[in-house]
């Protein structure tokens, strides 16, 4: 309380002089575009959530039931368990081949800076023309995929790669990886030029191999930058919407349908806005507990 | 101390750069959507004559004064296909004719146009009027965005249709739409393979899967493009495949509750014969589950299908593919099981409740309508035009357009329920997932769970 009251006696505009006054002016736009941007809609999702609302003229106050709803029908639970499944491979592939990569690129030889700049262009393409590129290459009666392996007799008939329960979700998770993988590698590539040469001498003195150099020293060393990658990359493919509904649309027999696309569905297709909304709160929720266990495995603490 | 000056300056220039970015209090008329693209259709020759062209017109009595500046505002998921040119141009001639009419389409992919309504509608800045999906005509009703022209538009339009088309533009009693074309879905084959057949035409199911079979040679040519993709084009198709079985998805019992067929044998025997037509029959090209319109159009129009159910549209948009297939197709109404049927799929603009000219609105939707710019523009897209006399034009009366023309005699009133987009993914999620390999019992226990529970919801 005391405390409290100190800093109330700290702020008071109109007894500040301009250079005590800067700091806030410089916070002040950037607050109100967070404002605007970020806590509004948020708050204004969370409110939708307890309504039976098309947007409109009707709003009939829902308490929790939307909550209720979803949690006791299997689609739901299922979309986040898909989602979950889907979230992990990818990131797990975006990690493997960004840090590979990195790695690789971080040599200095001839023709690196070629690589560099074409390993990063799957993450310059927009989502919609990957998943379109993807959805005719895999096309049971057109596509690339089918005709190298009817040519090369590797298979009999056509496969229909996205139309398959057997294979759809696999290549959904490959393609996203691909899409994916570029924002691991720069960033990974920038944490590892930041590794100090002396150190990894100095193992390599004390006798260290490349597979204890690697995990003993260089990935100790990005581990904030992991960390940071890690949080990013999950809540974002954790919401990934665009590339999976090009794709299948959550099909087939519903083993790609990942919760966003439930979400979409609720809200434009069926027009359930307060239950899309109440599925919205939950993604953000699990979202941010992912975040924050990220943060405490992965914390520098010990 | 000039540094310190600067940064204040900056500051206070960003936060009102910030400002003025989110400002509104503009006119609407001036306000678009940030999603959307905005076109202006606006000829040069807009001092151009001012003759009347729209054919009759209603009551006048409101009709702001020939010299007042109108815009209309209109979203068109017209204007990112391929007949924007077409609307852009009926925009111009009008616009000609009537110097102090200015008409602004706001173009947004079909797809995405419900979801901007409601976004724009949510802010209260709907447009003048927007292109109405069928399947969203009972949520805006619910919503009461939509105004009923009936007033605006006279009798002698609403007379010249037939009074089916009326009842499909239409939502417990309120004109939704004004007509301006219509996408009655009906079976397109290919004519000249039908003499490697024994059938002259395909008037039942077994005709239709019979044909598939001999138009089916197993490698690079199969009887029937299915679309098997969970989406709402699939969904509207099979739709009317089941309702060829007697099958009523959702409608009002005499207590006026709402009950579904979708539960019943009729609808368990319509799924598996049409997941049979892939699975068991082999007559549909592989990879049903991922095949969408645009796929089924290009595997027709690559003659490697021979037979489509599709609305007339997509004569268009096959000839378009593949010009050597004109003069080789043929259509004929959704083969019978228990009845004919059809979905006019009546199409247009419906006026909205922010409209502030709604006269000078329906005049213009009517004169898209005319005889004259319809058989021009279905001529071009295979929309069909809306007005009687302009079906009996002689373009219609050919092999290509004979079952979208017979089929308008099928046509079933469009459900009304307000969830009935629900209703349709109920039925694209069995049979996505039978195609995919779910047993018959599995994918009928599924829609059982998910129609009671919606028609449960409902009764609350």
Known sequence: MKTKSHKQEQFQPSKMSLSELTPYLFIFPVLLLLVMLVVYPLSYGVYISFFDTDLGKNWSFAGFRNYLVIFTQDNFLKNIWVTFKFAFLVVAGHFVIGILLGLALNQKKRGTTVFRTILVLPWLFPDVVIALIFKWLANPMYGLFNSFLLEHGLIEKQISWLGSTQWAFAVVVLVCIWKGYPMVLVNVLAALQSVSSDILEAARVDGANAVQLLFRIILPAIKPVLATTVILDVVWWFKHYTIVELLTSGGPNSVTSIVSIGIYKEAFQYFKFGRAAAMAVVVFVICYLISKVFRKVLSDDE | ?460
């Open chain 2, 1 to 460: 101390m000039k540094k310190k000056l600067l940064s204040i300056l900056l500051s206070a220039s960003m936060a009102a750069t910030l400002l003025t970015g989110c400002g509104g209090g503009q006119p609407a008329e001036s306000q678009g959507s940030d999603a959307a693209e905005e076109n202006t259709a606006e000829d040069d020759s807009q001092n151009a004559g001012s003759a009347e062209t729209s054919g009759d017109t209603a009551e006048a009595g409101d009709t702001a004064s020939s010299d007042e500046e109108i815009t209309l505002r209109i979203m068109s998921s017209i204007q990112t296909e391929g007949e924007a040119s077409l609307e852009s141009a009926m925009a111009e001639q009008y616009m000609a004719d009537h110097p102090n009419i200015k008409i602004e389409y706001i173009a947004v992919a079909n797809n995405d146009l419900n979801a901007q309504i409601i976004t724009l509608n949510s802010s209260d800045d709907l447009p003048d009027a927007f292109y109405m999906n069928t399947a969203f005509m009972p949520q805006a009703k619910s919503m009461g965005i939509v105004i009923d022209p009936t007033e605006y538009l006279g009798d002698d339009f609403l007379n010249s249709m037939d009074p089916s088309i009326i009842e499909y533009a239409s939502t417990d009693g309120q004109l939704m739409v004004v007509p301006w074309f219509m996408v009655p879905i009906a079976l397109i084959y290919r004519a000249d393979w039908m003499g490697e057949t024994d059938y002259d035409t395909i008037e039942t199911m077994e005709d239709f899967r019979n044909v598939g079979k001999a138009f089916t040679n197993g490698t690079d040519r199969w009887g029937f493009a299915l679309v098997g993709l969970q989406n709402g084009s699939g969904e509207a198709r099979f739709s009317q495949y089941v309702k060829a079985f007697g099958v009523d998805e959702i409608y009002q019992d005499d207590s006026g509750a709402w009950v579904s067929d979708l539960t019943e044998d009729k609808y368990r025997t319509a799924l598996q014969t049409f997941v049979d037509l892939d699975l068991v029959d082999g007559i549909v090209p592989p990879g049903a589950t991922e095949t969408g319109y645009p796929e089924a159009v290009t595997y027709f129009a690559n003659e490697q299908a021979g037979m489509i159910i599709s609305g007339s549209n997509a004569l268009g948009a096959i000839v378009s593919q593949n010009p050597e297939l004109d003069g080789k197709l043929a259509s004929v109404p959704i083969p019978s099981q228990d009845r004919h049927v059809t979905n006019l799929q009546v199409s247009g603009y419906s006026i909205t409740t922010a409209c502030e000219h709604p006269q000078e609105m329906a005049d213009f939707l009517k004169y898209m309508a005319d005889k004259e710019n319809a058989i021009t523009f279905a001529a071009e897209t295979g929309r069909m035009p809306v007005a009687s006399d302009a079906l009996e034009d002689e373009m219609f009366d050919t092999p290509a357009y004979q079952g979208f023309v017979d089929c308008i005699q099928y046509a079933l009133p469009y459900p009304t329920y307000s969830g009935y987009s629900e209703v349709q993914d109920i039925m694209g999620e069995s049979y996505n997932s039978m195609l995919s390999g779910v047993s018959i019992d599995d994918a009928m226990a599924q829609v059982e769970s998910r129609i009671n529970t919606l028609l449960a919801e409902t009764t609350e």
